[in-house]
């Protein structure tokens, strides 16, 4: 569903990613873990052709992301760590809007809002400010605006970051779920016990290059934790 092969990027006066390279399988989540620095953000929007990396091949759901991002975008989904909400709209016009940006055709539009709304559990409050709604809910609204359009791929950059521990629970299980309808997740985060309960897989970063890339099992969340206890 993902391969990324020998992908550097700069920014001036520093590497951010060195020949990184791993293959993502359908339907898996995939922690993305790290110290702050290591190269997560920096992948992630390499990963959607927001940065364009100075050498490497990336193939999300068989497409060129670096040659055909427009038709790559249709297939992907995407929450930055600092994403932004129209807090003037209603949760339904937030949604409306990003359908139409997605393309989603005229007479499906208001279908899908309530479809996503239900399926993201905020149809109650289709009619409230975005400005409004809880950090949760504003979550929720958040994700919704990023799978509008039935994406293959979901990638969330710290997804979690100040949600009390219910919301956190809330997300982990919506992102169980998403995976089991078929979505395939990368999920970022430097906090493993956000990611180590729902994460089927994992990739370690470090100074831009990969340190580990596995499935999760006791061994590896073991050593991922004394890892993460050296940096």
Known sequence: MITVENLTFDYPGKRALQHVSFTINPGTITALVG????????????????????????????????????EAHASMGYLPDFYGLYDDLTV????????????????????AVR?????????DQLFQEAGTLSRGQRQRLAIAQAIIHHPKVLILDEPASGLDPE?????????????EEGITLMVSSHILSELEDYCSHMIILREGRIVKHCAIDETSKSMMETYLETV
């Open 115 to 123: 479809k996503v709304a239900e399926r993201m559990q905020i149809a």
């Open 35 to 70: 110290p702050n620095g290591a190269g997560k953000s920096t992948l992630m929007r390499c990963l959607v052709a927001l940065e364009t990396p100075i050498s490497g091949k990336i193939i999300v759901n068989e497409l060129d992301v670096l040659e055909t991002p427009r």
């Open 92 to 111: 339904e016009q937030c949604l409306l809007y990003h359908a139409m940006v997605q393309n989603i055709p005229k007479n499906d539009q208001k279908s």
């Open 167 to 179: 919301a956190r629970y809330h997300l982990s299980q919506l992102l169980v779920l998403l995976s």
